[in-house]
Every structure is written in structure tokens, then in C-alpha cells.
């Protein structure tokens, strides 16, 4: 079966300043990996993924992934942070063959101080 | 632009009660899934369902159903509420192995 591990329940990073939110994940064959966003009662926001190709992923608000399959990781940065990225991060996964549910890690607060 | 709406942002039910949160989909999409989402457990899948009518257990099924009658709608239902079911509820959707698309949550209180 497939998980997801955030070993960080909070990332405390300054403006300007680049962010690394971690995750780790476990699934038989290759991986689907995604990553995720929340604001306050708000419902998730898909922020970017990785199927296959190149192990770095570009996706919204400038954020990026770094998939590592010997170290079975999918890193989620940015380079700049910013106040307004500060917010709930959940990376997914799922397996690649027929119909697979998508697990979610138990996600990192993010918290970008000006 | 593509949209899953739920039904209620805000419910406040007794315990006991027949709960019903609606979830519906404007894309098409063959799956649609219910999560609930606890602090400090994330997501947690409840069920889901990849055609109409047809429908699986996720993790923690226990005191849930579920419907889907039509493609775009998908149904949970908490037979008789209970406080430990107090928690935010959030409905997706997607195809194949594309990202799923969320609604904007229902955050239920038992009381």
C-alpha cells in the first residue's frame, strides 16, 4: 500500500529566503506525486505534479519539485518566499497502474514571517 | 474553469441525525472521493466511487455511506451523526491519473 510521510509539522522560513517542504513517500512501481495547497477553510489547490520525465517539476506560484527516486523523495521549494505563501502543504501519491486512491501525507504549515 | 461544489460550507447537525453532504462535478470526471481532514492526520479517504453506482471503501468507512447516482453528483451520508464525525469534510474528483480537483469543504459540528 501506498504512504506518504511529512516528517515537518511546521517550516518557519523569512521572507525573501528560500523554502524546502520535505516528503517521502512509499508506493509499489512508479509513482504519481503531487503536491497541494490549503488556505483557511478553504478546500485544496493543486499546485503541481510528477508522472514521469524530468526530475524537476515546475508548477504555480513559482514553486518547484524535486523528484529522487533512489531517495524516494519529492521535495516541494521556492527559491523566494513570500508572506502569502503561508499555508497548509500536502503532498499525495498515488501508484501508476489501473485504479489507485490518491494518499495524502499529514501535511507541513508553512509559515513565511516578513 | 473546472469546478467541484459541495453543498454547504457550514453544517451543525445533532447527533443521532441523518446527514446528508452533497458533493457535484462539472468535468466529467469518472472518480469522485470523499476525505476527511483532521488536524494533525491530514487526508484521510472515506470513499470513493470510479463509475456511477459503483463505489469502495477507503480508510475509515465506518459510519459513512455514500451515493452516486449520476455521474456528476456523489453523495456522503452519515447514517446516525455521531461528535467523533465533527470534522472538515472535502469532496474531489479527477480522471485517470490526473490531479484531483477539490471542493471548497464542508465543515460539519456534531453537536
Known amino acids: 500500500a501506498q504512504s506518504v510521510a511529512q516528517p515537518e509539522d511546521q517550516v518557519n522560513v523569512a521572507e525573501g529566503n528560500p523554502l524546502t517542504v520535505k516528503c517521502t513517500y512509499s508506493?509499489?512501481?512508479?509513482?504519481?506525486l503531487f503536491w497541494y495547497v490549503q488556505y483557511p477553510n478553504r478546500g485544496l489547490q493543486f499546485l503541481l505534479k510528477?508522472?514521469?520525465?524530468?526530475?524537476l517539476v515546475k508548477g504555480s506560484y513559482g514553486f518547484e519539485a524535486e523528484f529522487n527516486k533512489s531517495q524516494t523523495s519529492f521535495h516541494l521549494k521556492k527559491p523566494s518566499a513570500l508572506v502569502s505563501d503561508s499555508a497548509l502543504y500536502f503532498c499525495a501519491v498515488r501508484g501508476p497502474t489501473g485504479f489507485q486512491k490518491l494518499v495524502f501525507g499529514t501535511g507541513t504549515r508553512l509559515l513565511v514571517s516578513p | 474553469d473546472v469546478k467541484v461544489t459541495q453543498s454547504s460550507r457550514y453544517l451543525v447537525k445533532r447527533t443521532g441525525e441523518k446527514v446528508f453532504l452533497e458533493c457535484v462535478q462539472d468535468?466529467?470526471?469518472?472518480?469522485m472521493f470523499w476525505y476527511r481532514q483532521d488536524p494533525g492526520l491530514g487526508l484521510r479517504l472515506i470513499y470513493f466511487s470510479y463509475d456511477v453506482k459503483m463505489k469502495e471503501k477507503g480508510d475509515i468507512p465506518e459510519g459513512y455511506s455514500v451515493s452516486r447516482e449520476k455521474k456528476e453528483r456523489f453523495s456522503l451520508i452519515l447514517e446516525s451523526a455521531s461528535t467523533n464525525q465533527t470534522s472538515m469534510y472535502l469532496c474531489a474528483s479527477n480522471d485517470g491519473g490526473s490531479e484531483a480537483f477539490f471542493g471548497q469543504g464542508t465543515r460539519l459540528t456534531v453537536v
Open positions: 508506493v509499489s512501481g512508479n509513482p504519481y
Open positions: 468535468m466529467d470526471h469518472e472518480n
Open positions: 510528477y508522472i514521469t520525465g524530468d526530475n
